[in-house]
């Protein structure tokens, strides 16, 4: 009798684990368990458990693209060190539409609600901010501000400051962890100065979106010393590979941000910092929203009184 193929040894166990991330020896180690007669033969060969779980281990990392390519609801996180490959749910925007028959069409109740898969994704990435703000605060040392488009002038129709501002902006200042007469010294001095961050959310990258958040990330962050892409995962080797290259090039840093285990996340790829801030870039958005008036605000009182007071900046 055939043996079943590792592939399908791997997308069974991933499928009955669905949504997990897991590391490859976390994967090897279910798919030996699951098919022990499978691999017995091979393990006595081996001379032992541990050595049979790092052959397949190396096997299914040397095959994982011929499994992804195979199953396509599998797919791997190249931005975390170790790898991660999970399988999910397939996306309601990868199921093919089915033809309307005539009274579908004729009836207007029937049809499915426009950008409805965009809004649903609206929604998950707001439910990231508040969390993305303390890890960066906690983490980082950078606090931040959350700048709503609701505070935007509206001049320019719905969705017309999407590539004006971006969802979250920060301070990051020297001294947080200095003594008190350090800070005093640096005070009475005219150097004081704090870097400003500028960070782009999104629910996860993808090939068919990279390029649109990429640039929104380029155009609404040009003006601060540090522009960050967020997001929580990177779908597909060539999606990572792609981000990698436009970050080189444009000095935008990349952070994976995991919500269900926060202090997890990590810059993937450090931004460029940029020694001047755009001021004109600055004063345009300034005029615009209302949110990143009072971000200024701060920043402006942090500079003249070396006083950062924390409570100012905990909301919205």
């Known amino acids: 009798m055939a043996k079943t193929p590792l592939h399908d040894l791997v997308a069974q166990y991933l499928n ?3 949504g997990e991330r897991l590391t490859i020896d ?7 368990a699951m098919a022990p007669t499978r691999f017995a033969a091979k393990g006595q060969a081996l001379g032992g458990d541990k050595a049979l779980l790092n052959q397949v281990t190396r096997e299914i990392y040397s095959q994982r693209p011929s499994i992804i390519a195979r199953h396509p609801e599998i797919s791997s ?3 975390r060190s170790p790898l991660l490959v999970f399988a999910e749910p397939t ?3 990868e199921v093919p539409a089915a033809p309307p028959d005539d009274d579908a069409a004729a009836s207007p109740q029937s049809a499915p609600a426009p950008d409805a898969t965009t809004e649903a994704e609206e929604r ?4 990231l901010y508040e969390p993305i703000r303390a890890f960066l605060y906690d983490e980082l040392g950078i606090m931040t501000r959350r700048i709503r488009e609701s505070t935007s002038g509206n001049r ?5 400051n999407k590539w004006l501002h971006p969802d979250i902006v920060g301070m990051k200042m020297p001294g947080r962890q200095w003594s008190n007469l350090v800070n005093q010294c640096v005070s009475a001095l005219p150097t004081r100065k704090a870097e400003l961050f500028s960070i782009e959310v999104k629910v996860r990258l993808t090939s068919g979106n990279l390029r649109e958040a990429f640039f929104q990330t380029v155009s609404n962050s040009l003006w601060a010393n540090y522009a960050y892409l967020v997001a929580t995962e990177v779908k597909g080797e060539e999606t990572y590979v792609e981000l990698q290259t436009l970050c080189s090039l444009h000095g935008v840093g990349y952070l994976t941000f995991d919500p269900k285990t926060p202090e997890a996340s990590r810059i993937v790829i450090p931004a460029r910092k940029r020694d001047e801030v755009d001021w004109a870039s600055v004063d345009r958005i300034a ?3 209302a949110d990143f008036t009072a971000y200024l605000e701060r920043v402006h009182n942090y500079l003249q009184t070396g006083q950062h007071l924390s409570t100012l900046w905990t909301s919205p």
């Not at 320019?156 to 017309?160: A, F, S, T």
Request: aromatic share 0%; hydrophobic share 20%; no cysteine.
């Open 124 to 127: 998950r990435e707001q439910d």
């Open 287 to 289: 005029k615009e929203n």
């Open 26 to 32: 976390e994967v090897a180690a279910g798919v030996i």
């Open 16 to 18: 009955s684990r669905l």
């Open 91 to 93: 996306q309601p925007d």
């Open 77 to 79: 996180d190249t931005s």
């Open 156 to 160: 320019r129709g719905r969705n017309g």
